[in-house]
């Protein structure tokens, strides 16, 4: 197994455009997370979902944000209309079960607003 | 208002001593807590945890502790390797907190040969 893998590593884009992310979570592992992380500070939760159905959304995620796992494995995450205070790092994370809080990270996709 | 705190934002110790990170906070539903490792342009990687019910956790050169009346869990690594310099972030949630894990900002760890 390869971990938790996310595409695209980064992304730069104009205030204004969307933009998409992906995120493929470790085989078998029902929940997913997402999180957005600032400079100096910890990853800050946004989603999550158990299996297909997305369970929990922070007040952190806008109307302008949306997230899907269609099929239960893997993820998107949509920022529309993008604003240069949406730049940061976008973490996904997964785990096993819910009785484990053990959450498996990704290396992110650093998004940057011009 | 953070929830999760990490006062010291960097700390330095040389090779062998021992490292001690900090973590306060405030929320009394928090339950469960967690440690997690991140060096440059990877993800946090899982260290350890400790629940509510337990005031020690050992792994390894790793023991987290918990002082529930405090609000307070540190994490101790003896002794310190130069491959333990990363950022280290404290987290909790709860059973009642849902699924909302809730990360301090962080405590960069250099340790010097």
């Known amino acids: 197994d390869t971990g938790v893998s996310q595409d695209p590593r980064h992304k730069i884009t104009k205030r204004g455009q969307n933009v998409t992310f992906r995120c493929d979570p470790i085989?078998?592992?029902?929940?997913l997370y997402w999180y957005r992380q600032t400079l100096g500070q910890g990853p800050e939760f946004l989603t999550y979902?158990?299996?297909?159905?997305?369970?929990?959304k922070s007040r952190l995620l806008s109307d302008r944000f949306s997230a899907e796992r269609p099929k239960g494995s893997f993820s998107t995450l949509e920022i529309q209309r993008t604003e240069q205070g949406d730049s940061a790092m976008y973490l996904c994370?997964?785990?096993?079960?819910?009785?484990?809080?053990?959450?498996?990270f990704g290396p992110g996709t650093r998004l940057t607003v011009t | 208002d953070q929830q999760v705190k990490q006062n010291s934002p960097s700390l330095s110790v040389q090779e062998g001593r021992i490292s001690i990170l900090n973590c306060d906070y405030t929320n009394s539903m928090f339950d469960y807590f967690l440690w997690y490792k991140k060096y440059p342009a990877e993800g946090p990687t899982f260290l350890i945890s400790?629940?509510?019910?337990?005031d020690k956790n050992e792994d390894g050169r790793f023991t987290v502790f918990l002082n529930k009346s405090a609000k307070h869990l540190s994490l101790h690594i003896v002794p310190s390797q130069p491959g333990d310099s990363a950022v280290y972030f404290c987290a909790a949630s709860g059973r009642n907190y849902g699924q909302n894990f809730v990360f301090g900002p962080g405590t960069r760890l250099s340790v010097l040969p």
């Open positions: 400790i629940s509510s019910i337990k």
């Open positions: 979902f158990q299996n297909e159905a997305q369970l929990e």
């Open positions: 085989s078998e592992h029902n929940r």
């Open positions: 994370a997964s785990s096993p079960s819910a009785v484990s809080y053990e959450q498996y």
